[in-house]
């Protein structure tokens, strides 16, 4: 049962920074693509970040670009956000997801198609 486990929220000051982590068990952790969602109550989930199996290809939302990076460890089955300049709009419940498969391009931006998921980290930005 492969099993994902988000770490790294709390809350920060506008301006500051915060590394998100998500541990991956029970898989084949370097053949699955990832990426990262949000959700805030009565909000849809929104696509934040993705990256292929090796970290050749990479994916992010416009309003997170320059801002997030998205990084992944193979050998430590683990996968990351370094979030910077935060903002009061990203506060959120942020996610980690895996998916089996092959890179899709802008169809990583889809929560679809993800196959495992994580409980989630909150993370609240105060102004």
């Known amino acids: 049962q492969v099993q994902l486990v988000e770490s790294g929220g709390g809350l920060v000051q506008a301006g500051g920074s915060l590394r998100l982590a998500c541990g991956v068990s029970?898989?084949?952790?370097?053949?699955?693509?990832m990426g990262w969602f949000r959700q805030n109550p009565g909000k849809e989930r929104e696509f934040v970040a993705a990256?292929?199996?090796?970290?050749?290809?990479?994916s992010g939302a416009d309003s997170v670009k320059g801002r997030f990076i998205i990084s992944r460890d193979n050998a430590k089955n683990s996968l990351y956000l370094q979030m910077n300049s935060l903002k009061p709009e990203d506060t959120a419940v942020y996610y980690c997801?895996?998916?089996?498969?092959?890179?899709?391009?802008?169809?990583?931006?889809?929560?679809?198609?993800?196959?495992?998921w994580g409980q989630g980290t909150q993370v609240t930005v105060s102004s």
């Open positions: 029970g898989g084949p952790f370097s053949r699955y693509v």
């Open positions: 997801a895996g998916r089996s498969g092959s890179w899709m391009g802008n169809r990583q931006k889809e929560d679809g198609v993800y196959n495992y």
């Open positions: 990256i292929s199996w090796t970290g050749s290809f990479t």
